[in-house]
Structure formats: C-alpha cells, structure tokens
C-alpha cells in the first residue's frame, strides 16, 4: 500500500510538472463544457 502511494505522489508530481498552464486551462474548459 505504501508503494502504491508513493507511485501515485510520483506521478501526480510528474503529471503537474509536465502540464502547462495552457493544458490545464484547455481541460478545465473541456470539463466545465461537458458539466454545461
């Protein structure tokens, strides 16, 4: 369970790091059209 914690920190970590601002605004745009 431990390892599977760490793995999933890592990889949030890795994905905001890899993610830009323009990224995130495009999928928060996506989500909030679906929700819409």
């Given at each position: 369970a431990k390892a599977a914690s760490a793995a999933?920190?890592?990889a949030g970590a890795?994905?905001?790091k890899t993610h830009d601002a323009?990224?995130?605004k495009a999928l928060v745009d996506r989500?909030?059209?679906e929700l819409g």
């Open positions: 999933t920190a890592a890795l994905i905001a323009g990224a995130d989500t909030i059209a």
